[in-house]
């Protein structure tokens, strides 16, 4: 069992910058691969990010790449997401979740998740 809990969300204005964190409670931590999905308010949950157990491979979706950056620190057991260039069309629940070994950017193929941060961004 893997418990995430997310932190960094909160309210900026376009143009702004955000550092989201996701601490894992598992010492395996860096057995897993890590995704990060946003759900705005009347929407699916939509893939924003991952990266490989090692970190030395991510992914992003095509409206986040350029602007966001996931990485991961396995020492501290936790994943981030800085976000720039904050958008209003970015605003959301962001959740973090995990993924034995394997990398995916299909919400349904990870294993555990966050209970998710809200980001708001103003125009």
């Known amino acids: 069992q893997v418990q995430l809990v997310e932190s960094g969300g909160g309210l900026v204005q376009a143009g702004g910058s955000l550092r989201l964190s996701c601490a894992a409670s598992k010492r395996t931590f860096s057995h897993y691969a890590m995704g990060w999905f946003r759900q705005a308010p009347g929407k699916e949950r939509e893939f924003v990010a991952a990266?490989?157990?090692?970190?030395?491979?991510?992914y992003y979706a095509d409206s986040v790449k350029g602007r966001f950056t996931i990485s991961r620190d396995n020492a501290k057991n936790t994943v981030y997401l800085q976000m720039n260039s904050l958008k209003p069309e970015d605003t959301a629940a962001y959740y973090c979740a995990a993924r034995f070994l394997g990398y995916s950017d299909s919400q349904y193929e990870y294993d555990y998740w966050g209970q998710g941060t809200q980001v708001t961004v103003s125009s």
């Open positions: 990266l490989t157990w090692s970190g030395d491979n991510t």
